[in-house]
């Protein structure tokens, strides 16, 4: 990231090829929508390459992306928000729980997880998804939150519970 923050930015391509599955995957699984995830990966990436000069030379890359991520998916929701009073597509939850159905048992057990994931709140489904998904360490995640490991530990504990207890009242229906 040093070499593309002082202008060489054929290295910003080094970057894309190591990291831009990871953060469509994260973006993937905030949106639920895949088509939207894409656009928003090349946000990401856009936005490396304009702010490339806010990159604290030394600091971890990992983090200073996911919060970048983080930042074009708050502002992709912000705009949703405006546009439509909410955050959850219901007829896009529903083709994906339809394309879900026509799989087996194993489907529709990852659709009712995927349901139970978007009843949480914002920031419980974003630490589920950097820590469960994205596989990121509590450090890391903490480090990205600006807040401590023990608070990050407590934090997914009770996002887990709140996911736990919405994926078995789907499951009753």
């Known amino acids: 990231m040093e070499a593309v923050k002082g202008g060489n930015l054929q290295q910003a391509s080094i970057l894309f090829d190591r990291y831009h599955s990871r953060i469509f995957n994260f973006l993937a699984r905030l949106t639920l929508d895949r088509p939207m995830a894409e656009d928003l990966t090349q946000n990401v990436f856009l936005r490396l ?65 995927h349901q139970s994931l978007a009843k949480l709140d914002a920031e419980q489904r974003e630490l589920l998804v950097l820590t469960r998904f994205q596989h990121m360490k509590y450090e890391e995640v903490a480090e990205l939150m600006n807040t401590t490991v023990a608070n990050i530990k407590v934090k997914v504990h009770r996002a ?3 996911l736990r207890e919405h994926y078995f009242e789907l499951e009753k229906i």
């Open 49 to 113: 390459i304009r702010y490339r000069n806010s990159y604290r030379p030394g600091s971890k890359f990992m983090p200073w992306i996911y919060q970048m991520a983080r930042n074009v998916f708050a502002d992709h929701y912000q705009s949703a928000k405006n546009k439509r009073m909410g955050f959850v597509d219901v007829e896009n939850v529903m083709n994906v729980m339809e394309e879900k159905e026509e799989s087996r048992a194993q489907d529709e057990r990852e659709a009712l997880l």
């Open 160 to 162: 887990i519970v709140k």
